[in-house]
C-alpha cells in the first residue's frame, strides 16, 4: 500500500505539466482494472468508454514518439503493400494490347462510347512498349483469373498469421510477409514469359506471404495503441493501403509508357526490399521490448492499454468465436465493402480502357483518383471518430454503427449512379471517387471493431474476417470477367449495380448487428475474477 501511496502522488505531480491533456481512467491496481476492462463498457451500448472518477494525467507528445513511428512506418508498408498487389492492374494494359493484329485489337474495344481520335492514336502509342518488351494475347476470362490469383494465395495465411501474431509479436510476420512479396514480384517478368499458369501460381505465392500483414498489424496495435487513440493510429496505418494505390497506379503507367512493363516489377520489388530493412531495424513488437521508447510513453501505453495488451496463449476459443454474433457483424460488411473495393482494385483500368477509352497514362492517373479521396477521408474519420470518443459524445458501439453505415451505404449509392453515366468519363470519375471518398468512413467503423470487442486476439480476429472479406477478391475479378466479356457499357453497369447492392447490404447488415463492447469470451481471466467479485 506504500508503494500505491507513491505511485498516486507520482500520478498527481504529472498533472501540473502544463500540456495538453486527456482524460483516461486511473484504475486501483490492485483491483486490476484498466479502460479496456471497465465494468460499464461491459453492461451498456451507451457508456462512455472512460469512467467518470479519473485522475487527469498528460499524455506523452505524439511527435517522433514510439506509437507515431510505428504507425508512420505502417503506413509506408502498407502503400508499398498495395504498389505490388496492384501494379498488375495498370500493367496488364500495356502486356496484353497490342498483342494481335490491329483489326484483332479493334474488335476487343467497345464500340459504344465514340472514341476520339487523338484518344485512339494516342492509345496506340501509349500501349507501344520498346524493343524485345513481350506481350501476350490473353482474353478477359484469362485476364481476371490473373488479377484474382492473388487472392487465392491470400486466403490461407490470413488465420495463421493473425494466430501467430497474437502469440509471439506482429513485426516479424509483418516485415517478413512484404518482404516475401517483394521478392516474388522480381520474379513476375520472368513468370509471364514462362506462361499464364506460371504468372498465376506466382501472384497466388505473393498472396500467400502478403496475407499474413493486415492480422499482425492488428495484434501489433493491440499492445500498441492507446483506446482513445486507437482509431487515428490504426486508421492512419491502414490508409497506406489507398495512398500505395493512389501513387502506385499513376508511376505504373508512367514506368509501363517509359521503360516497359517489366520495370514495374522490377521497381515495386526493389521498394519493398528496401522498406523492410528499416522495419525489422526501427521496429519492436511491443513498447515493453522497444529500445528506443520513453519511460513516459511506455508507462502511458501500458497502463492504458492493461491485461488486454497482454500476447493470448496457444488456446483460443474458436468456437466462442465463431458462434459470436459481433464477430459476424463484423464479416459480412467486411466482405459486402471488399467486393466493391476490389472490383474497382482490379478492373477499373480495364473499364477505363475498354469503354472509356483513356490512353495509358490517363487511365492510370484516373484510375488512382478514388484511392486518393479514400485515403484522405479515412485518415479524417480517425481524428474524427476519437474526438467523439475523447468527449464522451458518442458509445463506441454508436461511433463504429454511424461510420460503416456512410463508409459502405453512401458509396453504394454513387456506384449505383455510375451505372447511369453511360460513356461520360467525367461522370464516372466523379462518382468513382465520391464513393470511394465515403468509403474511407468504414476505416474507423467495422475495419477496426475487432480491438473494440476482443484486444487480446485481434489479430486472430482479423485473420478470420479478412479470410472470409478476401473470398470477393477471388470472385469479383472472374464475376467481372463474364459480364463485362464484350466490354458493352451495359455489362459494366451490371458490375455497378452489384457492386452497389452487396455494399448496401452490408451497410444495413452492420447497423442491426454490430456492437463496440468487448465479449465476455475475450476477456482475461483477472477481469473476469474482478467482475465476479464487484
Known amino acids: 500500500m506504500l508503494m500505491d501511496s507513491v505511485f498516486v502522488d507520482v500520478i498527481l505531480k504529472l498533472t501540473q505539466v502544463q500540456s495538453k491533456t486527456y482524460t483516461f481512467a486511473i484504475m486501483a491496481l490492485q483491483d486490476g482494472y484498466s479502460i479496456n476492462s471497465t465494468t460499464d463498457d461491459q453492461d451498456s451500448d451507451t457508456a462512455p468508454l472512460l469512467e467518470k472518477e479519473v485522475e487527469k494525467i498528460t499524455v506523452p507528445p505524439k511527435c517522433c514518439s514510439a506509437r507515431c513511428n510505428l504507425a508512420a512506418m505502417m503506413f509506408f508498408g502498407f502503400a508499398v503493400v498495395y504498389g505490388l498487389r496492384v501494379n498488375l492492374s495498370v500493367a496488364m494494359v500495356a502486356m496484353v494490347n497490342g498483342t494481335n493484329d490491329q483489326s484483332s485489337s479493334n474488335s476487343n474495344i467497345s464500340n459504344e462510347c465514340p472514341v476520339p481520335t487523338h484518344t485512339f492514336d494516342n492509345n496506340s502509342q501509349s500501349s507501344e512498349q520498346p524493343d524485345g518488351i513481350p506481350r501476350y494475347p490473353w482474353n478477359p476470362e484469362t485476364q481476371g483469373m490473373l488479377l484474382g490469383a492473388f487472392f487465392f494465395g491470400y486466403l490461407f495465411t490470413q488465420i495463421p498469421g493473425g494466430y501467430l501474431s ?128 520513453s519511460d513516459r510513453e511506455k508507462y502511458y ?132 471517387t465520391l464513393s470511394s471518398a465515403f468509403g474511407g468512413f468504414s476505416a474507423a467503423g467495422v475495419y477496426i471493431n475487432q480491438i473494440d470487442i476482443a484486444p487480446r486476439y485481434a489479430g486472430t480476429l482479423l485473420g478470420i474476417t479478412n479470410t472470409f472479406g478476401t473470398i470477393p477478391g477471388v470472385l469479383a475479378p472472374i464475376v467481372v470477367g463474364y459480364l463485362t466479356k464484350d466490354h458493352s457499357v451495359t455489362g459494366w453497369r451490371h458490375v455497378f449495380w452489384l457492386s452497389a447492392g452487396v455494399s448496401a447490404f452490408g451497410a444495413i447488415f452492420y447497423v442491426i448487428f454490430g456492437t463496440g463492447k468487448i465479449q465476455s469470451w475475450a476477456r482475461t481471466d483477472e477481469e473476469s475474477d474482478t467482475d465476479t467479485h464487484s
Open 301 to 432: 501505453i501500458i497502463n492504458s492499454i492493461g491485461s488486454q495488451g497482454m500476447a493470448h496463449g496457444w488456446s483460443v476459443p474458436i468456437l466462442s468465436m465463431m458462434l459470436s454474433v459481433p464477430l459476424w457483424a463484423i464479416i459480412i460488411p467486411q466482405m459486402c465493402s471488399n467486393w466493391s473495393y476490389y472490383t474497382l482494385l482490379t478492373s477499373l483500368p480495364t473499364y477505363m480502357d475498354t469503354v472509356l477509352h483513356f490512353d495509358l497514362r490517363q487511365n492510370s492517373f484516373l484510375s488512382a483518383l478514388p484511392y486518393l479521396a479514400g485515403w484522405v477521408f479515412s485518415v479524417g474519420s480517425g481524428v474524427l471518430a476519437d474526438n467523439l470518443l475523447e468527449r464522451e459524445l458518442l458509445s463506441v458501439t454508436a461511433v463504429r454503427k454511424i461510420f460503416t453505415f456512410i463508409g459502405l451505404f453512401l458509396p453504394a449509392a454513387f456506384l449505383f449512379a455510375v451505372g447511369f453515366t453511360g460513356c461520360s468519363g467525367v461522370l464516372a470519375v466523379t462518382f468513382l
Open 166 to 293: 497474437g502469440r509471439f509479436g506482429g513485426s516479424l510476420f509483418l516485415g517478413g510477409g512484404v518482404l516475401g512479396t517483394a521478392v516474388l514480384t522480381l520474379l513476375t517478368p520472368l513468370s509471364a514469359q514462362l506462361g499464364a499458369k506460371w504468372l498465376f501460381a506466382l501472384r497466388a505465392l505473393e498472396g500467400f506471404g502478403e496475407g499474413v500483414t493486415f492480422p499482425a498489424m492488428m495484434a501489433m496495435w493491440a499492445r500498441w495503441s492507446p483506446p482513445l487513440e486507437r482509431a487515428r493510429l490504426m486508421t492512419f496505418s491502414g490508409a497506406g493501403s489507398s495512398f500505395g494505390a493512389f501513387v502506385a497506379l499513376p508511376l505504373t503507367g508512367f514506368i509501363c509508357h517509359s521503360l516497359g512493363w517489366p520495370a514495374v516489377f522490377y521497381s515495386c520489388g526493389g521498394v519493398g526490399c528496401l522498406w523492410a530493412v528499416f522495419w525489422f531495424i526501427f521496429v519492436s513488437d511491443d513498447p515493453q521490448t522497444h529500445p528506443r521508447i
